[in-house]
T-cell receptor, first 117, second 114 residues
């Protein structure tokens, strides 16, 4: 089955700087990679996702890149703000049926991002 | 607000007891997923139901079981509770059972086992 590793586990940046979080996955059949943001005590919220037919996707200050050959994907946050402080989780699809789409998501262990004003 | 609801918000119980957590998916979604999040841990996938049928199983203990009802709400039953079962339990929903479909999370149920 799929395995997802996420680094770093904690990240502290100054307001206005960029933050990069990296994930690697093991199953080359994975083809969907969402990123979730979780504030303390709240639900995980989808912030951006990318599918395997795309190498990069951008949404305002957030971008995700995917390298299928190397089996890694990254989240980039530019011009960080204090409200970006949260735990960020990457995930990869885990297909249970060969050639099909049935399955679930496997999550990384999370990165705690702190943005200092 | 994702449209996914979970009850109760908090649950405090004793070791050896049994509890039921409830989840209602977003309107129109047929798939429900259950996750466990322990302190400083990521989201551990437990089980998935689609239109009333079990579709995928993760690291779910034998003491835990789930089901999805005809109105598509789901319940997660946790029995013979242990201290280590204390965690946040999230459910998520999606329209299809595909692993590439966006999952929307509910607010979670915080379970404390004393």
């Amino acid at each position: 089955g799929e395995n997802v590793e996420q680094h770093p586990s904690t990240l502290s940046v100054q307001e206005g700087d960029s933050a990069v979080i990296k994930c690697t996955y093991s199953d080359s059949a994975s083809n969907y990679f969402p990123w979730y943001k979780q504030e303390l005590g709240k639900r995980p919220q989808l912030i951006i996702d990318i599918r395997s037919n795309v190498g990069e996707k951008k949404d305002q200050r957030i971008a995700v890149t995917l390298n299928k050959t190397a089996k890694h994907f990254s989240l980039h946050i530019t011009e960080t703000q204090p409200e970006d402080s949260a735990v960020y989780f990457c995930a990869a699809s885990n297909r249970l049926d060969y050639g099909g789409s049935q399955g679930n998501l496997i999550f990384g262990k999370g990165t705690k991002l702190s943005v200092k004003p | 607000d994702s449209g996914v609801t979970q009850t109760p918000k908090h649950l405090i119980t004793a070791t050896g007891q049994r509890v039921t957590l409830r989840c209602s998916p977003r309107s129109g979604d047929l798939s429900v997923y259950w996750y466990q999040q322990s302190l400083d841990q990521g989201l551990q996938f437990l089980i998935q139901y689609y239109n009333g049928e079990e579709r995928a199983k993760g690291n779910i203990l034998e003491r835990f079981s789930a089901q999805q009802f005809p109105d598509l709400h789901s319940e997660l039953n946790l029995s013979s509770l242990e201290l280590g079962d204390s965690a946040l339990y999230f459910c998520a929903s999606s329209f299809t059972s595909s692993s590439t479909d966006t999952q929307y999370f509910g607010p979670g149920t915080r379970l404390t086992v004393l």
